[in-house]
């Protein structure tokens, strides 16, 4: 297993903004792909955002298109989602992923797990 700690959640008022973080330790991600997903309570987690390690394919959920914008950090092994323009709908738990595979938005696909962190958005 490589742990992946995802981090920055909290409490925003509506059409706030934060910034998530999801570092890889024990092992380099230079290959694959990095997505983050959300699960609201009672539901099956979603998809939110796609990135490869490499840059050339990014991949958004349409509800969080425009608003959100994924990137990343080679030197310190970390991915970022940037959540703007925020929605008391965006409330969830929020998990980063990680897939040695390619271009891929199905949690089947993912094989390492963040621990999630809660983000909570105000009316």
């Known amino acids: 297993q490589v742990p992946l700690v995802d981090a920055g959640g909290g409490l925003v008022q509506a059409g706030g903004s934060l910034r998530l973080s999801c570092a890889a330790s024990g092992r380099t991600f230079n290959t694959g792909t990095m997505g983050w997903f959300r699960q609201f309570p009672g539901k099956d987690r979603e998809f939110v955002a796609a990135?490869?390690?490499?840059?050339?394919?990014?991949y958004y959920a349409a509800s969080v298109k425009g608003r959100f914008g994924i990137s990343k950090d080679n030197a310190k092994n970390t991915m970022y989602l940037q959540m703007n323009s925020l929605k008391p709908e965006d409330t969830a738990v929020y998990y980063c992923?990680?897939?040695?595979?390619?271009?891929?938005?199905?949690?089947?696909?993912?094989?390492?797990w963040g621990q999630g962190t809660q983000v909570t958005v105000s009316s």
């Open positions: 990135r490869t390690w490499s840059g050339d394919w990014t």
């Open positions: 992923a990680a897939s040695v595979r390619q271009q891929v938005s199905r949690d089947d696909e993912y094989t390492y």
